[in-house]
């Protein structure tokens, strides 16, 4: 069985309505960032919507009625729609080919230092001319003239390649490790349990007062806040504060960044996580803030991590643990990854039972072989566009083989909502050389490369092809189908994507819209560029090898106490994600759900656990429909809409 017609067009009629509500909400109202997550609030609030019908249709008509696989590749559908039209690819796409231009002036020398080594086929400006151009003034500052989609044709044609070369490349990387992770070491994809209990158990779910209790406390949370926006005098829950705005006396006062989200929706997810992993989390989370009381005792000058929200000695923990982490799924997986290329580079049938690849989302050898050609490509492009070939190669490998294998760890694992790291593959370079030795050429195309893919992990669509992985498993869907559901919607998500992400600037003006996209996001790579080619950092940083090999060091022993005694609580996976965004926005969801989940545990037993299990499920779907429902009340009424904690 697969999908039928009717089933998939209203996949695809909900891909473009994901498209123009997570464009809308994020950019426009930008107060609800709805589609970012790996765990979508508007593929969640919606998948809520339509088992509902789902469930009222049988009294119209039968055969209308979706069935669990479809309703599983619509959800598929809709996820690869929120991902590419949000922080996954669009909101740092199209800004990126414009900002630069935008906020040249004389005051940065922009127009000097980077304009001579743009390619003009990358842009839609002149990159010869130093004044200010129609198509990027009007982008930034709206109009009502016609929209200039001939000048944007070309340059997204040209960014279209390298795009689906590093799409395919994940495609066929999650082809490869999808039977080691999901059958070998049968890690729980966390992420994707609950749409499926959501879509195999709906009269469970629909019939349970507990989940009912849960969804009426974040309805009533953001109705309250929603209308307070509106009407002053309705009361309000406060659902962020600053923990430094507390913390005034020194040490205490060196502390990084440090805010409180209530999410019930996290509480209520991470409750669904073993306990060990969630100590983990939050314990490696404060013993960053600890490295910073720690600094300030000893009176140590502390420098921050270049465009990102941690510190320097911490993000390169990070990048240290990141390495060791992959070599470690590597050597787990060495069996499985053997059969693969053994697979893969044989002229003969299968030459191992175990390594069949039968029912996989590709053969191995398309994967494999496609793994290569697209990496090569990827590298061949950035060497046109004007990267050195060698520092091509070392960008694409980290950001593939270990950033985004790290990311997507973290979510099939770990089940984090979010994917953000804490370094980008130029941070490794500066161990061993300065930057500027790469050359302007390289640094500014790199530019354009950090902004668009390396920097801003969220969104990332690796954990989606892995997620669909095992939903395919689950309902016992055929992979190939599920591959050409795959691509047809990631090519119409691109398009819809990309013309509702120029028309809305261009009638609203970028300038008046979310600030991180048009005015953050796409120039901070080119001013952290800009002190290289104007020769202000010179030397490679000591401080970043001693602490890289801490963290080295420090993951090593983590692995290997993990492995040898089943009691050790502490996750190398902890300890590689905390600097990030991810659990500076979840770090206080989490701990909660552990001092709620663990005397659960302890004194009432996994039965209290599954009994309570529903109104935590019901936390998650109250707050995220709430989103839904106050971004089409926004769009309607053009009202402003309340703060949802996941920023």
């Given at each position: 069985m697969?999908?039928?017609?009717?089933?998939?067009?209203?996949?695809?009629?909900l891909?473009?309505?994901?498209c123009?509500?997570?464009?809308?909400a994020?950019l426009?109202?930008?107060?609800?960032q709805?589609g970012f997550?790996?765990?979508?609030?508007?593929v969640?609030?919606l998948?809520?919507f339509i088992?509902?019908?789902?469930?009222?249709?049988p009294?119209?008509?039968q055969?209308?009625?979706?069935?669990?696989?479809?309703?599983?590749?619509?959800y598929?559908?809709m996820?690869?729609a929120?991902?590419?039209s949000s922080?996954?690819?669009m909101?740092?796409?199209i800004p990126?080919?414009?900002a630069?231009?935008?906020?040249?002036?004389?005051?940065?020398?922009?127009?000097?230092?980077?304009?001579?080594?743009?390619?003009?086929?990358?842009?839609?400006?002149?990159?010869n001319?130093k004044?200010?151009?129609?198509t990027?003034?009007?982008f930034?500052e709206?109009?009502?003239?016609?929209?200039?989609?001939?000048?944007?044709?070309s340059p997204?044609?040209?960014?279209?390649?390298?795009?689906f070369?590093?799409?395919f490349?994940f495609?066929?990387?999650?082809?490869?490790i999808?039977?080691?992770?999901v059958?070998?070491?049968?890690l729980?994809f966390?992420?994707?349990?609950?749409?499926?209990?959501?879509?195999?158990?709906?009269?469970?779910?629909?019939s349970s007062?507990?989940?009912?209790?849960?969804?009426a406390?974040?309805?009533l949370?953001f109705?309250?806040?929603?209308?307070?926006?509106i009407f002053p005098q309705v009361?309000?829950?406060?659902?962020?504060?600053v923990?430094?705005?507390?913390?005034?006396?020194?040490?205490?006062?060196?502390?990084?960044?440090?805010?409180?989200?209530l999410s019930?929706?996290?509480?209520?997810?991470?409750?669904?996580?073993?306990?060990?992993?969630l100590?983990?989390?939050?314990?490696?989370?404060?013993?960053?803030?600890i490295?910073?009381v720690i600094?300030s005792?000893?009176?140590?000058?502390?420098?921050?991590?270049?465009?990102?929200?941690?510190?320097?000695?911490?993000?390169?923990?990070v990048?240290?643990?990141?390495i060791?982490?992959?070599i470690?799924?590597?050597?787990?997986?060495?069996?499985?990854?053997?059969?693969?290329f053994?697979?893969?580079l044989?002229?003969?049938?299968?030459?191992?039972s175990?390594?069949t690849?039968?029912?996989e989302?590709?053969?191995?050898?398309?994967a494999?072989?496609?793994?290569?050609?697209?990496l090569?490509?990827?590298?061949?492009?950035?060497?046109?566009?004007g990267?050195h070939p060698a520092?091509?190669?070392?960008?694409?490998?980290?950001y593939?083989?270990?950033?985004?294998?790290?990311?997507?760890?973290?979510?099939?694992?770990?089940?984090?909502?979010?994917?953000?790291?804490?370094?980008r593959?130029?941070?490794i370079?500066?161990?061993?050389?300065?930057?500027k030795?790469l050359?302007?050429?390289?640094?500014t195309?790199?530019?354009?490369?950090?902004?668009?893919?390396?920097?801003?992990?969220r969104?990332?669509?690796?954990?989606?092809f892995?997620?669909?992985?095992?939903?395919?498993?689950?309902?016992?869907?055929?992979?190939?189908?599920?591959?050409?559901?795959?691509?047809?919607?990631?090519?119409?998500?691109?398009?819809?994507?990309?013309?509702?992400?120029?028309?809305?600037?261009?009638?609203?003006?970028?300038n008046?819209?979310?600030s991180?996209?048009?005015?953050?996001?796409?120039?901070w790579?080119?001013?952290?560029?800009?002190?290289s080619?104007?020769?202000?950092?010179?030397?490679?940083?000591l401080?970043?090898l001693?602490?890289?090999?801490?963290?080295?060091?420090?993951?090593t022993i983590?692995?290997v106490?993990?492995?040898l005694?089943w009691?050790?609580?502490?996750?190398?996976?902890?300890?590689a994600?905390?600097?990030?965004?991810?659990?500076?926005?979840?770090?206080f969801?989490?701990?909660?759900?552990?001092?709620?989940?663990?005397?659960?545990?302890?004194?009432?037993?996994?039965g209290?656990y599954?009994?309570l299990?529903?109104?935590f499920?019901?936390?998650?779907f109250?707050e995220?429909?709430?989103?839904?429902?106050?971004?089409?009340?926004?769009?309607?009424?053009?009202?402003?809409?309340?703060?949802?904690?996941?920023?």
């Amino acid at each position: 069985m697969g999908i039928s017609l009717p089933a998939l067009l209203l996949g695809i009629l909900l891909l473009v309505l994901v498209c123009f509500i997570v464009s809308y909400a994020e950019l426009v109202i930008s107060y609800i960032q709805i589609g970012f997550l790996q765990f979508p609030p508007v593929v969640i609030g919606l998948l809520f919507f339509i088992v509902i019908i789902n469930r009222l249709i049988p009294r119209l008509n039968q055969r209308l009625k979706l069935s669990p696989r479809e309703l599983m590749l619509i959800y598929c559908m809709m996820l690869i729609a929120s991902l590419i039209s949000s922080r996954g690819l669009m909101e740092k796409l199209i800004p990126a080919l414009v900002a630069v231009n935008y906020f040249a002036n004389q005051s940065n020398n922009w127009a000097d230092l980077f304009f001579p080594y743009i390619k003009d086929w990358l842009v839609p400006f002149d990159p010869n001319r130093k004044s200010d151009q129609k198509t990027v003034i009007d982008f930034y500052e709206g109009t009502f003239d016609a929209i200039p989609w001939q000048k944007w044709m070309s340059p997204l044609l040209a960014w279209s390649i390298v795009v689906f070369l590093i799409f395919f490349a994940f495609l066929c990387l999650a082809a490869i490790i999808r039977k080691q992770w999901v059958e070998n070491e049968k890690l729980s994809f966390p992420l994707v349990q609950l749409p499926l209990e959501f879509a195999n158990r709906e009269r469970l779910f629909f019939s349970s007062r507990l989940m009912w209790l849960g969804f009426a406390l974040p309805t009533l949370v953001f109705s309250l806040n929603g209308l307070h926006a509106i009407f002053p005098q309705v009361p309000s829950f406060q659902l962020r504060y600053v923990l430094n705005n507390y913390l005034s006396e020194r040490p205490f006062n060196s502390i990084f960044y440090t805010p409180i989200f209530l999410s019930l929706a996290g509480i209520g997810f991470f409750y669904l996580l073993p306990t060990q992993l969630l100590f983990s989390l939050w314990f490696f989370f404060l013993l960053t803030r600890i490295q910073d009381v720690i600094a300030s005792l000893f009176g140590l000058r502390v420098s921050n991590m270049p465009l990102y929200p941690t510190r320097l000695h911490i993000g390169y923990q990070v990048a240290g643990a990141y390495i060791v982490l992959v070599i470690y799924f590597v050597y787990t997986g060495l069996p499985h990854l053997k059969n693969v290329f053994r697979t893969a580079l044989s002229w003969h049938q299968k030459v191992n039972s175990k390594a069949t690849d039968e029912n996989e989302l590709l053969p191995y050898s398309t994967a494999v072989w496609g793994l290569i050609l697209s990496l090569l490509g990827v590298v061949l492009w950035m060497t046109y566009a004007g990267v050195h070939p060698a520092f091509a190669l070392l960008q694409i490998v980290v950001y593939i083989g270990i950033v985004a294998v790290v990311m997507a760890r973290s979510t099939a694992e770990a089940g984090m909502l979010m994917t953000e790291t804490s370094f980008r593959p130029i941070d490794i370079y500066q161990i061993f050389a300065a930057k500027k030795t790469l050359g302007p050429s390289s640094l500014t195309t790199l530019s354009f490369f950090d902004a668009i893919f390396t920097r801003d992990q969220r969104g990332l669509i690796l954990t989606t092809f892995l997620d669909s992985l095992k939903i395919s498993q689950s309902i016992k869907l055929n992979r190939r189908l599920l591959l050409v559901v795959i691509s047809l919607s990631t090519v119409l998500a691109f398009i819809c994507a990309a013309l509702i992400h120029l028309w809305l600037p261009y009638r609203q003006g970028g300038n008046y819209m979310y600030s991180y996209v048009y005015r953050a996001n796409p120039i901070w790579a080119f001013q952290d560029n800009a002190s290289s080619l104007e020769g202000l950092q010179t030397t490679s940083s000591l401080t970043a090898l001693i602490f890289f090999i801490v963290g080295i060091n420090v993951t090593t022993i983590l692995i290997v106490m993990r492995s040898l005694y089943w009691w050790w609580p502490l996750y190398p996976l902890g300890y590689a994600l905390s600097a990030s965004w991810s659990l500076i926005v979840f770090w206080f969801p989490i701990l909660v759900a552990w001092l709620i989940k663990t005397p659960i545990l302890k004194y009432g037993g996994l039965g209290h656990y599954l009994k309570l299990r529903p109104f935590f499920l019901g936390l998650i779907f109250g707050e995220f429909s709430m989103a839904v429902v106050w971004t089409a009340i926004s769009w309607i009424w053009g009202v402003p809409a309340p703060f949802f904690p996941w920023p």
